[in-house]
């Protein structure tokens, strides 16, 4: 399986990083050895002194297509997850400034957080889930569906024109504002609407 995640989907986190709201999605890779099993702490890595959290919804391909149409898209997953992007955001800054992929700083093992899935049919609108991160207990950042700048089904025709989707594959749909760095010991909660998705501890 592969990872797709939007960059700058939320108007909101695109202000907090002072990045340029893009014409098109921004669209970057994790690999499959990204995911951080189930259950288990995160550990920070050693080349990174500013891990960040990024809460995002999540996407489960069902079917494999290309090409698709967005009229269409609804037909090729049927749950909705919530997730955390890690990323190492002095890495990040240091290889955007010089133009280069953000790969190391966005794909290294355990930068994708996987919580538990939804059927998308127990939602009444897909294009409003409310979800939320806690660290320690405190609310950190809450995002709403119907705030992305492109919505699931156009994230899947406008992906899907350069990446074959295959059954399995994840899309993590970009994170609202309030992101921010994470230390040991900090325990961080997912939820989606008023439901507890994911729970993990840093290391
Ligand atoms: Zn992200």
Redesign the pocket.
């Known amino acids: 399986m592969k990872i797709i995640?939007?960059?700058r989907n939320y108007t909101d986190h695109i202000e907090e990083l002072s990045n340029e709201r893009p014409k098109e999605p921004v669209i970057f890779i994790k690999p499959d050895s990204a995911v951080l099993p189930k259950e288990q702490d995160f550990y920070r890595p050693e080349f990174s002194n500013d891990i960040h959290y990024?809460v995002?919804l999540l996407v489960k391909i069902h079917k494999v297509g290309k090409h698709i149409a967005k009229e269409f898209a609804p037909n090729y997953y049927d749950e909705i997850g919530l997730g955390i992007?890690f990323?190492a955001r002095d890495v990040q800054t240091q290889l955007k400034q010089k133009g280069l992929p953000w790969e190391k700083s966005?794909g290294f093992d355990g930068s994708a957080v996987i919580g538990k899935w939804v059927s998308k049919a127990q939602f009444e609108n897909l294009e409003n889930i409310s979800f939320s991160l806690e660290k320690n207990g405190v609310q950190v950042q809450s995002g709403n569906s119907g705030l992305m700048l492109w919505k699931i089904d156009e994230i899947i025709a406008y992906v899907s024109q350069f990446f074959m989707l295959k059954k399995g594959d994840v899309i993590?749909t970009?994170?609202p504002a309030g992101v921010g760095p994470v230390q040991e010991n900090d325990v961080l909660v997912g939820k989606i609407e008023q439901e507890v998705k994911l729970r993990t501890i840093i290391k």
């Open positions: 995640c939007i960059g990024e995002e992007d990323t966005k993590f970009g994170t």
